[in-house]
T-cell receptor
Framework: SAVISQKPSRDICQRGTSLTIQCQVD?????MFWYRQQPGQSLTLIATANQGSEATYESGFVIDKFPISRPNLTFSTLTVSNMSPEDSSIYLC??????????FGPGTRLTVL | RKEVEQDPGPFNVPEGATVAFNCTYSNSASQSFFWYRQDCRKEPKLLMS???SGNEDGRFTAQLNRASQYISLLIRDSKLSDSATYLCVVRDYGQNFVFGPGTRLSVLP
């Protein structure tokens, strides 16, 4: 299994500001995803972070709002831009193991005031 | 219709009970299936993959019926520590994972 860390673990931000979340994996992985989990809801995929190319976004998510970087096979960042209270959520990164199983980071709990 | 649907729950069962969760998926081309467990305020963790022949891991048994597009999870001899939300997850040929809404289980003393 992979060990994944995320920073920050939580933050409280003002409306209109941006927050960058970091995801670090202890081994090189090909597939890395970013998810959002709103209170009481299941996980929704935001995008697939591709190493060396632009991220692939799901319907309803755009690069201007959620820019993603993937400079190498162990690290990625997700930025939540121009935040509003509706962006309050838990943001999780995940990687895929050799047998298609996913491992998740501990999540970043974001509150936007 | 949602891509992955689960029993709405919550399930409240006494210790020692047997409980079964059901999950259906809409994409007949789905290729991989999983059950994840998520504790309150924690990230999801893989409980078990689901294979066509069915598979068992201790007190947990998973079944897959491709013809009916149906997945199940059976928990025998429930423990207090089994209390969590159980997520059914399906992976399609596009390599994306689709999560069900989850079923919450509370095992009561």
């Amino acid at each position: 299994s992979a060990v994944i860390s995320q920073k920050p673990s939580r933050d409280i931000c003002q409306r209109g500001t941006s927050l960058t979340i970091q995801c670090q994996v202890d081994s090189q992985v090909t597939m890395m995803f970013w998810y959002r989990q709103q209170p009481g809801q299941s996980l929704t995929l935001i995008a697939t972070a591709n190493q060396g190319s632009e991220a692939t976004y799901e319907s309803g998510f755009v690069i201007d709002k959620f820019p993603i970087s993937r400079p190498n096979l162990t690290f990625s960042t997700l930025t939540v831009s121009n935040m509003s209270p509706e962006d309050s959520s838990i943001y999780l990164c995940s990687v895929v193991g050799g047998r298609s199983e996913q491992f998740f980071g501990p999540g970043t709990r974001l509150t936007v005031l | 219709r949602k891509e992955v649907e689960q029993d709405p729950g919550p399930f409240n069962v006494p210790e020692g009970a047997t409980v079964a969760f059901n999950c259906t998926y809409s994409n007949s081309a789905s290729q991989s299936f999983f059950w994840y467990r998520q504790d309150c305020r924690k990230e999801p963790k893989l409980l078990m993959s689901v294979y066509s022949s069915g598979n068992e891991d201790g007190r947990f048994t998973a079944q897959l019926n491709r013809a009916s597009q149906y997945i199940s999870l059976l928990i025998r001899d429930s423990k207090l520590s089994d209390s969590a939300t159980y997520l059914c997850v399906v992976r399609d040929y596009g390599q994306n994972f689709v999560f069900g809404p989850g079923t919450r289980l509370s095992v009561l003393p």
